[in-house]
């Protein structure tokens, strides 16, 4: 018999471990936990005990919070302040999914009577959506509440009446048990079986997971190779499943001439305040600036300098993030004609120092030595490329990969935004004019997704219409009224909206 490996609680401050909190699970433990997932799936149909479960989970992890945030603090070193506002961002999007469930309309019901009158004869058509079944959700290493156990693909996949079994994240497993125990607490306060959720621990079992031909479907956020190598295994399957993956982003700013010359400084602040938030470990940091050269652009690199040069160093999630951060930013300082005015590298022993990067625009115009600048570099870290033209603007914009965000700063009133506006938007899922897009609001019309490699669907994972990835549709064609679901029955004696007969 193999034997157990032991899953530790780490400080990031010192690399030191804490405590072992779990042991890795096995391929039995997995596979105990997808089935036990997957025998108490209809207890998730009554739309009224999931909603009281999402709230139920976000009561218990608000009267846990100081517990909580003190857990996630050790593992992350993200902060009290933080993680505060993170707790309450998950405990706000439970509430917001039992809403969800509470009003109906994401089951999408559509009715067509029959008409025989119609050529060809229309019978009787009831459309609505139905769960898929276990869904597997890896955790995120930067949000270890709002992207993980607790987090929005959780809280959506159970709103759908999806059970899950969460990969725990290994920087935070102290807080992912934590946090899993609170909603298996909340699921038997509301009489609910506690299997709805689930966790495991360790690399294999996420392969194992993925694999599992009870799993239905999968959420992911994390890295481009990790994401990649999971939704490979999810279309390589006997029976493919959804696999909606959040994988990397570059999120690019493109600032123009007028802005610059507007506000330059406040827009330096700005830029060095978003991505420098978090130490650079948000998923939607502005990575890379179109800025433009002359004396407009020399003010705003002159305010960003400023604005960097007074940040602290810090602590990134772990040691394995730190050492991707410096080797990244290495090999990024060495390419031709790339400056540095504030170098971004190490801060100490445990820390980073946050920095940026100049580059010529012309060097992007085309495939060359400096693709790495076009890159997501996890961390601190923005690169400012410096455009001489509208052409070089257009030429860099139609090199980029997808992303999760794009970002127009323009002047008041600038002809021409609403054509820069149309060149960015087949570049994210997200745009935004003269803002920045670290805070991701929690609102029914979020979009958070994006073409790939930002996502590997052209789902969201934030706002409402999330709970979408876990349902597929389903019409009853001459179903008598006593075996539909009442959703669909005549009457509408639940009141869910409805579409009927156009």
């Excluded at 190779?225 to 959804?242: C, E, F, H, K, Q």
């Excluded at 940091?285 to 800025?291: E, I, N, R, S, T």
Aim: aromatic share 4%; charged share 20%; net charge negative.
């Amino acid at each position: 018999m193999t034997a157990a490996v032991p899953v530790w609680s780490v400080d990031p401050r010192t690399g030191k471990p804490r405590e072992q909190v779990a042991v890795e699970a096995g391929p039995g433990d997995v596979d105990r936990a997808v089935r036990a997932a997957h025998a108490v799936r209809s207890a998730l149909a009554d739309r009224v005990a999931r909603a009281a479960l999402l709230r139920a989970a976000a009561d218990l992890l608000d009267e846990a919070a100081g517990p909580v945030v003190e857990v996630a603090d050790a593992e992350t070193a993200l902060g009290p302040t933080r993680l505060t506002g993170e707790l309450a961002r998950t405990t706000g999007q439970l509430r917001a999914f039992a809403d969800v469930v509470d009003e109906g309309s994401f089951l999408d019901v559509r009715i067509d009577r029959a008409d025989p009158s119609l050529t060809p004869p229309r019978p009787d058509l009831r459309r609505w959506k139905i769960p898929l079944g276990v869904v597997a959700v890896y955790s995120a290493s930067n949000f270890p509440l709002a992207f993980s156990v607790p987090g929005g693909d959780t809280a959506s996949a159970l709103a759908a009446g999806c059970p899950v079994v969460v990969k725990a994240h290994p920087d935070h497993p102290a807080t992912s048990e934590l946090c899993v125990s609170l909603l298996r607490r909340a699921a038997a306060r509301v009489g609910l079986p506690q299997d709805v959720v689930a966790v495991v621990h360790g690399f294999d079992a996420g392969v194992e997971l993925v694999h599992h031909p009870l799993v239905s479907a999968a959420g992911f956020t994390g890295s481009v190779r990790g994401g990649r190598a999971l939704y490979d295994a999810a279309a390589a399957r006997p029976v493919p499943i959804p696999f909606h993956g959040e994988l990397g982003s570059l999120n690019p700013v493109v600032i123009t001439e007028a802005a610059a010359a507007e506000r330059a400084e406040q827009l330096g602040a700005g830029l060095a305040g978003s991505m420098t938030l978090g130490e650079g470990q948000f998923c939607v940091k502005p990575g890379f600036v179109l800025a433009p050269s002359g004396a407009a652009g020399d003010a705003l690199v002159k305010s960003l300098t400023a604005a960097i040069g007074g940040t602290e160093p810090g602590v990134m999630l772990d040691h394995r993030m730190r050492d991707a951060f410096l080797a990244g930013v290495g090999e990024r300082t060495a390419l031709p004609d790339v400056e540095a005015p504030i170098a971004p590298g190490a801060g100490g022993e445990h820390t980073v120092a946050a920095g940026f990067l100049t580059v010529p625009a012309s060097r992007l115009t085309s495939d060359g030595d400096h693709d790495l600048l076009l890159e997501e570099c996890f961390g601190p870290v923005t690169v400012v490329a410096r455009y001489a033209s509208s052409d070089e603007v257009s030429a860099v914009l139609g090199r980029l990969p997808g992303n999760l965000t794009a970002t127009l700063q323009i002047a008041e009133g600038e002809e021409g935004a609403a054509e820069l506006l149309a060149e960015v938007t087949p570049l994210a899922g997200r745009v935004l004019v003269n803002g920045w897009p670290t805070g991701v609001a929690v609102a029914p019309a979020q979009h958070h997704g994006g073409p790939y490699p930002a996502t590997t669907s052209t789902s969201t994972s934030v706002g409402a219409t999330a709970v979408e990835r876990w349902l597929r549709p389903v019409a009853y064609q001459g179903v008598p009224e006593g075996m539909l679901p009442p959703e669909l029955r005549d009457g509408n004696p639940l009141g869910v909206p409805r579409r009927v007969t156009g």
